[in-house]
């Protein structure tokens, strides 16, 4: 069941979405002050080894992904990143904020901009997305084993979550963090 | 040497203000031809989307009937309502092909910084509106929903998913989507009727033992006649509906156009103001060469030259100056229109889909005749001046 719902949330999903409240959640997650937008490409090679780690194929839009480094005065501090997909009852906008560690990147804080879910305030809730801090890109993500469900009835939309920010996590360590291999083109 | 070889040689031996003077007749061409094209683009973009709707016309609550028509094509939140008695008056008549009922009303969503747009029809919407392409089916039951094409890419749904509307606690099945129809009808939720208005008495923190009046209330009848040109025939009989006016299309479309008007006169007005300039600017470059060559005209005379040969030399120079600066004008325009419309679009209200600049064959002709026309009326004073010149006197000047 649980894997049922992890095939589910990551089977719809696009990753450009915009940032809605950029300074509100830059003063949330890292009490900074400023952020640059970088736009990667991603090619085949780099394509395969995210879809290998994922288990899922990204969307066919998904040729280009968005970066957010967070800067407190010179120092980058952080980088965010977004990512739109299908929950229960609509789309859900989820905001991953991440640290890099020496193990690779962790989730520092996960925010939901958008959603017309039912469980929509346990959706946002610490006890649900507190869940995610602190997560590494190698750890499992999957509701009702690592990760509790939002609310009863909100599996779909708690994976939906869950499967954004690890795929952003993955995303991410293939373009910046210790998972980083140059493309061959 | 032919008369225009002749012309040539004296437009090119002052090639700066030559130059200049092409640049300004350049630049007020193409002012002039966009704003041709784009008028004629506007009104035929904005007649072809009111005439893809296959409305003839609509009934409107009372009120500014020309506010709550663009609101029904664009999408809004309509302040009055019609009773729902106004559908089956509408349906009464003979002349009427198809009356659909709709009601409209939005839900705002501060943190996506949109509206989303609920409407409410029935089944007669399908046949009003035959070129729509449904993916799954029309309602059946009544939380039931169809999604325009934009909302199926901005919620990531399809038939077989569910749409909840959390400000009303309430799920819907989602049977259809629809196809992109490159108007505002791809941005809705579509809702049954009856559900709509169920929904938007609630919105509106109405108690629920409202009475039937207030629930069974509508937005517009869109009408499809019969015949259209039953139109004056249908209008007054529609008129008496209580609470109720009648707009048709072709009205809808002047008010748009009229809209417009105020600006088009602004921008025509400076059009204008550039193209006298530009006039002065023919008539300075060819009186300045004129006097420069009065000595040379003096000769021309003494050797034989008549009048009006020494006329139409002068006159077609400006001529020549008013062919090339219009060709020009012309060539710029067709180049910078798509950039110019991309422009004007994102500031327009009401702006049709698809291009709003229409290059036809008939405002180049118009525009190419008007320079002309202009140039001719400058040069006029500079050609007669020379023609005039007294041999003698000529070949005494300095």
């Known amino acids: 069941?649980?894997?049922?719902?992890?095939?589910?949330?990551?089977?719809?999903?696009?990753?450009?979405?915009?940032?809605?409240?950029?300074?509100?959640?830059?003063?949330?997650?890292?009490?900074?002050?400023?952020?640059?937008?970088?736009?990667?490409?991603?090619?085949?090679?780099?394509?395969?080894?995210?879809?290998?780690?994922?288990?899922?194929?990204?969307?066919?839009?998904?040729?280009?992904?968005?970066?957010?480094?967070?800067?407190?005065?010179?120092?980058?501090?952080?980088?965010?990143?977004t990512h739109v997909g299908k929950g229960q009852f609509g789309a859900i906008e989820v905001v991953v904020a991440a640290v890099e560690t020496d193990s690779g990147p962790v989730v520092k804080a996960v925010r939901i901009q958008r959603d017309r879910e039912k469980a929509k305030q346990a959706l946002r809730s610490d006890g649900f997305l507190g869940?995610?801090?602190?997560?590494?890109?190698?750890?499992?993500?999957?509701?009702?084993?690592?990760?509790?469900?939002?609310?009863?009835g909100a599996d779909v939309a708690s994976q939906a979550v869950a499967t954004a920010v690890r795929k952003l996590l993955v995303v991410y360590d293939e373009f910046y963090g210790s998972g980083r291999q140059e493309s061959v083109e | 040497m032919s008369f225009f070889r002749f012309a040539l040689k004296n437009l090119f031996a002052h090639r700066t203000r030559t130059l200049l003077t092409l640049v300004s007749m350049t630049v007020a061409v193409a002012v002039l031809f966009t704003l041709l094209s784009f008028n004629r683009g506007y009104e035929r973009g904005l007649k072809e989307q009111l005439q893809a709707m296959g409305i003839h016309m609509l009934v409107v609550p009372v009120g500014c009937p020309y506010e709550a028509a663009s609101l029904i094509i664009k999408g809004g939140k309509i302040p009055n309502f019609l009773p729902g008695s106004a559908l089956d008056e509408v349906r009464a008549l003979p002349e009427v092909d198809v009356a659909a009922p709709s009601l409209m009303s939005g839900i705002v969503r501060p943190e996506e910084g949109r509206t989303d747009i609920y409407l409410g029809i029935d089944s007669a919407t399908l046949e009003l509106k035959n070129w729509w392409k449904l993916k799954g089916r029309f309602f059946e039951k009544p939380n039931e929903m169809i999604l325009g094409y934009d909302v199926t890419l901005i919620e990531l749904s399809h038939v077989g998913d569910q749409i909840y509307v959390p400000e009303l606690d309430m799920t819907f099945d989602v049977v259809g989507e629809l196809e992109p129809t490159g108007t505002e009808d791809d941005g809705f939720f579509y809702v049954p009727l009856e559900t709509a208005q169920e929904m938007f008495l609630r919105l509106e923190g109405d108690s629920g033992a409202a009475s039937v009046a207030g629930i069974d209330r509508l937005t517009a009848v869109s009408i499809r006649l019969k015949d259209p040109d039953d139109a004056p025939v249908v209008t007054p009989r529609l008129s008496e509906i209580k609470g109720a006016e009648v707009i048709t299309m072709g009205e809808?479309?002047?008010?748009?156009?009229?809209?417009?008007?105020?600006?088009?006169?602004?921008?025509?007005?400076?059009?204008?103001?550039?193209?006298?300039?530009?006039?002065?600017?023919?008539?300075?470059?060819?009186?300045?060469?004129?006097?420069?060559?009065?000595?040379?005209?003096?000769?021309?005379?003494?050797?034989?030259?008549?009048?009006?040969?020494?006329?139409?030399?002068?006159?077609l120079e400006t001529v020549i100056l008013s062919l090339l600066g219009g060709a020009g004008g012309l060539g710029l325009a067709v180049v910078g229109a798509r950039a110019i419309e991309g422009v004007v679009k994102r500031f327009l209200p009401l702006a049709p889909k698809g291009s709003v600049v229409a290059l036809e064959p008939a405002s180049f002709l118009l525009v190419l005749a008007f320079v002309l026309g202009i140039g001719l009326v400058a040069g006029f004073y500079p050609a007669l001046r020379a023609a005039r010149a007294k041999p003698i006197e000529a070949l005494r000047s300095e």
């Open chain 1, 131 to 152: 869940q995610f801090r602190g997560k590494g890109v190698d750890e499992p993500f999957v509701i009702g084993e690592d990760l509790k469900t939002a609310a009863d």
């Open chain 2, 252 to 315: 809808l479309l002047g008010t748009m156009m009229s809209l417009m008007g105020s600006a088009k006169t602004l921008l025509l007005s400076i059009v204008m103001i550039i193209i006298v300039i530009s006039a002065l600017g023919v008539l300075n470059t060819v009186l300045m060469s004129v006097f420069e060559r009065t000595k040379e005209i003096g000769v021309m005379r003494a050797t034989g030259a008549s009048e009006v040969h020494v006329f139409s030399l002068v006159w």
């Open chain 1, 1 to 81: 069941m649980a894997l049922a719902l992890a095939l589910l949330a990551g089977g719809a999903s696009a990753a450009l979405c915009v940032w809605r409240s950029p300074d509100t959640d830059i003063a949330e997650m890292f009490d900074a002050g400023s952020y640059k937008t970088v736009f990667e490409d991603i090619d085949d090679a780099r394509q395969l080894r995210i879809e290998e780690r994922l288990g899922a194929e990204l969307d066919p839009d998904e040729t280009q992904f968005k970066f957010f480094p967070v800067f407190r005065g010179e120092k980058q501090v952080g980088t965010v990143m």
